[in-house]
């Protein structure tokens, strides 16, 4: 999901010490003290940078970070959140979906062009908010235009002055249209269709590169043709509004904010990176592993990605990669890239004591979550400190008989708790249900109890 960045990347959360950083980032994830403390040293130093001389502060690199530790344990959380905290472009993608060079799949530059399209994206919405109003105006004396019929010219001979007249019937009608009488009007609105050639990709050639050079050679290809359409007032006014939005923006502009920011403060999360840590020599279909690896190298050394929006650096892009290494181990990773990730931290595994805190202590904690999902069903739903902890036991159960899959087995266990529920909720005669450790019993017990069966399952 995007983030909003003022104009500026000087943020409000330049205030922000280390420890506040930690204390919100707490809010939403649970545990993990030592993942925390480095992701907010990371964005701390990024402030402090800042803050130097343009000469000095070129000379700073990012302090990339990795982190180690099984699944579902808060690794993508806590990068997300610290996007969200800083206000800062995120992407997150998967190292396993990226090829060596020659073999058909991504390319490593594009983790860079979608942060790009990303940050474009930030900036575009920021300046639609500057110039809302303004455009809503524009749109309202257009619908005006289009609802009063055409008056006809004056001329010298004219002793009465029609032109106020004129005046007042259109305020008349901007009253009408403003209190919604005219909500059942329809007019004709010229509008322009989105035409989008189909087109066959060059092996060897990316999507962006395609784009580039067709909207370069063929300019008016793209424009679409425009049509008449009838709309009722309320969506003609919101199409013309919208259109006089795009016209109010200067997407050069924008373009070029957006470069700057992925440049200063973009954030690249590279999840699974201990699945492309092996060695040449591997037999099979992972004989590319370590030719990703060497793809990746330059782009998180600081290199030059082509894009649509110009030439971007990625020399002060903040990377985070993560990985379980249940096989592999950081070690396995080419030299270079080890040396590219300075700060190491190791994530530790959930267990009961986690599990009660995540099911009630975050913002949007789960048993929060159903709660509210069924109080659209009229529902009072209500969990008991002890049906709390029966849960917290059977997922931390699960996890060490089968495949532990940390947090995420909380899903999977609330949501075979509350099926019967979900299912039977809009027909329910009594609409408060109150879910305690017995309920819990009778519905995951024979489950747990049955290892097979709650590998299924659970």
């Known amino acids: 999901m995007p983030i909003y960045l003022p104009e500026s990347t ?10 506040q950083i930690v204390a919100e980032l707490d809010k939403y994830v649970i545990g993990q003290a030592a993942a925390k403390r480095a992701v907010a040293i990371a964005l701390r130093n990024r402030m402090r940078r800042q803050k130097l001389s343009p000469e000095l502060a070129e000379d700073v690199a990012p302090k990339n970070i990795l982190m ?9 959380e806590i990068a997300r959140r610290l996007a969200r905290l800083a206000q800062s472009p995120f992407i997150k993608v998967e190292a396993s ?3 060596e060079v020659g073999y058909v799949g991504r390319d490593v530059e594009s983790m860079v062009r979608d942060l790009v399209e990303l940050g474009v994206e930030m900036v575009r919405e920021e300046r639609l908010e500057e110039v809302h109003l303004k455009a809503a105006e524009n749109a309202e004396e257009r619908l005006l235009d289009m609802l009063l019929p055409p008056t006809r010219t004056l001329t010298p001979d004219d002793e009465s002055n029609p032109r106020d007249a004129q005046q007042q019937t259109r305020e008349r009608f901007r009253e009408q249209l403003r209190a919604g009488r005219l909500d059942n009007r329809v007019v004709e609105v010229e509008a322009r269709e989105k035409s989008f050639p189909s087109l066959e990709i060059i092996a060897g050639s990316s999507v962006e590169e395609v784009d580039i050079n ?24 919101e199409y013309l509004t919208q259109e006089e939005e795009q016209k109010l923006i200067d997407m050069d502009s924008v373009a070029r904010t957006a470069v700057v920011r992925v440049e200063q403060s973009g954030i690249i999360f590279i999840d699974e990176i201990d699945k492309i840590a092996g060695r040449e020599g591997a037999h099979g279909p992972d004989v590319s592993r370590e030719g990703v690896q060497r793809d990746i190298l330059p782009i998180v050394e600081g290199t030059t990605v082509n ?11 903040l990377f985070i990669a993560a990985g379980a290494f249940h096989v592999s181990k950081p070690s396995d990773l080419i ?32 048993v929060k979550q159903y709660m509210a999902l069924m109080d659209t069903e009229g529902i009072e739903l209500i969990f008991q400190d002890d049906a709390v902890d029966r849960i917290a036991d059977f997922a931390t159960i699960v996890n060490e008989r089968t495949e532990n899959i ?17 299912f039977e909720g809009p027909d329910l005669a009594v609409k408060r249900v109150v879910i305690d450790a017995a309920y819990v019993d009778k519905m995951l017990a024979a489950i747990v109890k049955n290892e097979d069966l709650s590998r299924y399952i659970l």
């Not at 180690?68 to 993508?76: A, L, M, N, Q, R």
């Not at 894009?307 to 892009?317: A, N, S």
């Not at 270079?336 to 904690?365: D, H, M, N, W, Y």
């Open 10 to 19: 000087r943020t409000s959360t330049e205030s922000l010490t280390p420890r």
């Open 68 to 76: 180690i530790g099984p699944t579902g344990v808060g690794k993508t």
């Open 97 to 99: 979906k990226f090829t």
């Open 214 to 237: 067709l909207k370069d050679m063929l300019p008016g290809l793209f424009q679409g043709k425009t049509r008449k359409r009838r709309l009722k007032v309320p969506e003609a006014l």
């Open 307 to 317: 894009t649509k929006y110009g030439m971007v650096r990625t020399d002060h892009i």
């Open 335 to 366: 030299p270079e890239l080890q040396g590219r990730f300075p700060i190491r931290v190791e994530l530790e595994a959930l267990g009961k004591a986690e599990f009660v805190r995540i099911l009630t202590e975050p913002r949007s904690a789960l």
């Open 406 to 422: 940390g947090a995420r087995r909380l899903h999977t266990v609330m949501e075979k708790l509350l099926d019967d529920i979900s």
